[in-house]
């Protein structure tokens, strides 16, 4: 099955359609990175993308991510896991929700939408229960948190949209100064090229444009009309993964 996907610029006239294609296949959300293709279903199974098979992995997971500081995920009870040697191993701390798209840091939200990172150092070292975890937290609220090499995105309960500037990765909390973005999101990803796409509460897809180095915070969002209700997105390598309402997987290209 296929469906167009059309690029709107706000306040431009042109459009640009992507032919989308239907994935087999179910998942509430998903994360790509660097090539590979991580999701969970809603019976919280994991699944990675080997080729054009999905492959279900150990364990069970909310939320899972896949980026430079590897494999990280959180259960339904908010606790924190890293994949390491294929094994999946219980790092202290709890989080909602988790991004591992940093410059080999992670980062993420917990159940109060406190918002907290883990420099590379801790990150990357990580292996089992004797290494302290070094959780850092930042000030402010959010929901969602997710970052790449020009900075960290959130949004929090009233769906207002933040970026944190001058993240590195053994400063991950960055400038501790939130700027606002004029928009409204209920989700937010970061790819790790640093494209900024995310989801609005009528479950619409929003991609940021402008972004350099110079101007991280970007310019303007250009909306992207999908056919059917979005609830999560992830892009990687010129495609972008959408999880539909129903659980269907499509990517667009």
């Known amino acids: 099955m296929k469906c167009y996907l059309i690029f709107i610029a706000l306040f431009i006239s042109s459009s640009v359609a992507l032919d989308c294609q239907q994935v087999d296949g179910r998942l509430k959300q998903i994360d790509v990175s660097l090539g590979q293709v991580f999701g969970v279903n809603s019976n919280d199974n994991i699944y990675t993308l080997y080729g054009s098979n999905w492959v279900q992995l150990p364990g069970a997971l909310k939320h899972v991510t896949v980026g430079p500081a590897g494999v990280w995920g959180v259960n339904k009870d908010n606790q924190i896991y890293k994949m390491v040697a294929g094994q999946w191993v219980n790092v202290p701390g709890l989080l909602k929700q988790i991004d591992a798209g940093g410059d080999e840091f992670v980062s993420g939200a917990n159940m109060v939408d406190g918002i907290f990172c883990m420099g590379r150092q ?132």
Not at 164 to 170: N, S
Request: hydrophobic content about 35%; some cysteine; proline content about 5%.
């Open 122 to 253: 801790a990150a990357m070292a990580f292996r089992n229960a004797q290494t302290s975890p070094a959780w850092e937290q930042l000030p402010g609220a959010l929901k969602y948190y997710s970052c790449g090499p020009n900075g960290c995105w959130g949004v929090n309960s009233a769906n207002q949209i933040y970026i944190m500037k001058g993240v590195t990765p053994t400063a991950c909390k960055g400038s501790q100064q939130w700027q606002n973005i004029p928009g409204s999101l209920a989700m937010i990803e970061v790819g790790t090229d640093g494209s900024v796409y995310g989801v609005n509460a009528d479950g619409n897809v929003y991609r940021r444009d402008g972004i350099t180095d110079s101007n991280p915070a970007g310019t303007d969002w250009t909306q992207i009309n999908v056919c059917g209700k979005i609830k999560h997105v992830s892009y990687d390598l010129g495609k972008l993964w959408v999880i539909k309402d129903d659980d269907s997987i499509w990517t667009c290209s």
